[in-house]
């Protein structure tokens, strides 16, 4: 896996959030201009048993085409009134941290090659993603399938042009100056989330990463569209799709992780905090969504216009 280092700033990119909300791949590879906004972008305010506001809950996507206009006064002056920025991981992209969390996690000795674990009808898919993207069996000796899920998705990204400084989050940090900035989870239990995965599941999302990299459909655009409308229940029908259709995958890249920030987040109001969240978009749609999550223990969420 040394090899694919240098992939690995993309690579952070294709963990659950870019894999849920779109990978940005067909549409930038084809030159095509960003979508023209309808600046609507979803915006929710968590408030107490008196009315009053405690935080906000914000949907991103992690890789937009560039000069994407999405940010409306709402979603600026909701975080200036706010104490903290909460997203998924703290910390900024980080390389070496990223490799480290891979070696760590992504091996297994005497694995046999990726295309030999798909189903049949999925290997000529993977050979046509290796050609596309000049790679090999060889360049994932030993790498357990989810990572070579991400690091196809990630680098497939990568070719199309997709840049890291285009995403939600960079902007948010930007406004965000000079507040603290928190996360629900670090690099490493991320990859955990996909390392615990069962042998089938992470054939799965092989199976389903290799299909939409090769796919010349415009899924990943319409996927944006949706989220530049604010239309949270197309969202939440695009994440009960593809490897989302697999119970297994769903329950463990978004409903568990829900459960387990709506936990984090309920203690930080609690403790008196006033946190603007920011998390993948696809965590904020459907019947196990945040919003939902929180409303049960107790919270009032409000769509703030």
């Known amino acids: 896996m040394k090899q694919l280092t240098r992939f690995l700033p993309r690579l952070l990119w294709a963990v659950v959030p ?17 979508p023209l906004p309808d600046t609507r972008v979803a915006l929710w305010q968590i408030e107490d048993r008196t009315g009053a506001v405690r935080g906000y809950m914000f949907g991103t996507v992690h890789a937009l085409p560039p000069d994407t206009q999405w940010l409306r006064p709402a979603v600026g002056e909701a975080l200036a009134q706010a104490d903290r920025l909460v997203l998924e991981i703290a910390e900024p992209l980080n390389q070496k941290v990223a490799g480290e969390a891979l070696a760590e996690l992504a091996g297994t000795e005497g694995l046999p090659p990726p295309s030999q674990r798909l189903a049949p009808a999925y290997r000529a898919k993977l050979a046509e993603v290796y050609r596309k993207l000049g ?7 030993d790498t357990e399938s989810w990572a070579v899920a991400l690091q196809l998705a990630a680098i497939a990204g990568q070719k199309a042009g997709a840049d890291p400084d285009s995403g939600a989050e960079p902007a948010l940090r930007k406004l965000a100056v000079g507040k603290p900035v928190a996360g629900f989870e670090t690099i490493h239990s991320q990859f955990g989330v996909f390392d615990a995965l ?10 389903e990463v290799t299909v939409e990299a090769a796919s010349d459909k415009d899924e990943e655009a319409d996927m944006v569209a949706l989220w530049l409308k604010g239309d949270d229940l197309g969202i939440a029908r695009e994440a009960n799709e593809g490897f989302l259709a697999d119970p297994g995958l769903h329950q463990a ?16 109001l609690k403790q008196g905090a ?26 009032t969420i409000k769509r703030v216009p």
């Open 18 to 34: 870019a894999l849920l909300l779109g990978m940005a791949m067909a549409w930038l590879e084809r030159g095509k201009p960003a």
């Open 135 to 141: 790679l090999s069996d060889a360049d994932f000796a």
């Open 198 to 207: 069962p042998a089938r599941q992470q054939q799965v999302l092989l199976q």
């Open 253 to 268: 890249l978004l409903t568990d992780r829900n459960r387990a920030w709506a936990d984090q987040l309920d203690a930080m």
């Open 274 to 299: 006033k946190p603007f969240v920011a998390v993948g978009a696809a965590h904020l749609a459907g019947s196990d969504s945040l919003q939902r999550l929180m409303m049960a223990r107790g919270w």
